[in-house]
T-cell receptor, first 112, second 117 residues
């Protein structure tokens, strides 16, 4: 089955700096890669996603990149703000199935 | 519609008791998913429904777990003879499926936190 590894597990940045979270996946059949933000006591919130036919996608301060050959994908947050502090999860889904496999999460702390 | 809702938000039960959780998906969504999340980990897939049909089940879904979606709207997840290892956050998600369109986005509810004492 799919295995998703995520690094780093914790990340502290100064407000205004950029944050980068990296993930690798194992199943070459995976074709959909969402990123979720989870705040304490809440369910995961979909913030951006990318499909395997696209190499990069951007939405305001958030961007994702995908390297299918190397089987890794990354989340980039620019101009970080204190409200970006949360746990971020990467995930992967193989084509033809609905099971989404999540990484172990990155706790991001943005220091004002 | 404000999103996926789950009830109850918290449940404390004694080992050996049965518990049932409810999930109401986003109204136009015909796919519904259950996940389990333990402390410090990402959500783990349990099962999913398309309308009333249960189409995928994880090996994590032991015989003590059963999920239903009788009318293709809300869903229930029952855990029989609870064990301390069942303590976790149980998350529900929903998505829309239209034949011929690739729509993968899953939207999560707030979860039900189960504590087994």
């Amino acid at each position: 089955g799919e295995n998703v590894e995520q690094h780093p597990s914790t990340l502290s940045v100064q407000e205004g700096d950029s944050a980068v979270i990296k993930c690798t996946y194992s199943d070459s059949a995976s074709n959909y890669f969402p990123w979720y933000k989870q705040e304490l006591g809440k369910g995961p919130q979909l913030i951006i996603d990318i499909r395997s036919n696209v190499g990069e996608k951007k939405d305001q301060r958030i961007a994702v990149t995908l390297n299918k050959t190397a089987k890794h994908f990354s989340l980039h947050i620019t101009e970080t703000q204190p409200e970006d502090s949360a746990v971020y999860f990467c995930a992967a889904k193989p084509g033809g199935y609905q099971k989404v496999t999540f990484g172990t999460g990155t706790k991001l702390q943005v220091i004002p | 519609d404000t999103g996926v809702s789950q009830d109850p938000r918290h449940k404390i039960t004694k080992r050996g008791q049965n518990v049932t959780f409810r999930c109401d998906p986003i109204s136009e969504h015909n796919r519904l998913y259950w996940y389990r999340q333990t402390l410090g980990q990402g959500p783990e897939f349990l099962t999913y429904f398309q309308n009333e049909a249960q189409l995928e089940k994880s090996r994590l879904l032991s015989d003590r777990f059963s999920a239903e979606r009788p009318k293709g709207s809300f869903s229930t997840l029952e855990i029989q003879r609870t064990e301390q290892g069942d303590s976790a956050m149980y998350l529900c998600a929903s998505s829309s499926f239209i034949a011929g369109e690739a729509s993968y986005e899953q939207y999560f509810g707030p979860g039900t936190r189960l504590t087994v004492t």
